[in-house]
């Protein structure tokens, strides 16, 4: 079993940044790859962001140069931080887990509203 707790989401103006957190807990070892995904009202939830457990990491086009992710493995911890927020960027942002078994597990959300 693996727990999710993200935290940092809120309200910014267009062109500000969050910093998302989402805080790991149960299972660690058995994590492969934890990464973010989002959910704008009225449509599919779609990926983000991950970093495997070596370390690489991979982006969605539309946010490369905007966003990073990255882990702090003594918190059991993975960030993603949101630079020039777009109005579009608005959605429910949820961390997600990647076990090696391939089973998922996911959080609870956290609220990013964008205000143009």
């Known amino acids: 079993q693996v727990q999710l707790v993200e935290s940092g989401g809120g309200l910014v103006q267009a062109g500000g940044s969050l910093r998302l957190s989402c805080a790991a807990s149960g299972s660690i070892g058995s994590i492969n790859a934890m990464g973010w995904y989002r959910q704008a009202p009225g449509k599919q939830r779609e990926w983000v962001a991950h970093?495997?457990?070596?370390?690489?990491?991979n982006y969605a086009d539309s946010v490369k140069g905007r966003f990073t992710i990255s882990r702090d493995n003594a918190k059991n911890t993975v960030y993603l931080q949101m630079n020039s927020l777009k109005p579009e960027d608005t959605a429910v942002y949820y961390c997600?887990?990647?076990?090696?078994?391939?089973?998922?597990?996911w959080g609870q959300g956290t609220q990013v509203t964008v205000s143009s």
């Open positions: 997600n887990a990647v076990l090696w078994t391939s089973y998922n597990y």
């Open positions: 970093i495997t457990s070596g370390g690489s990491t």
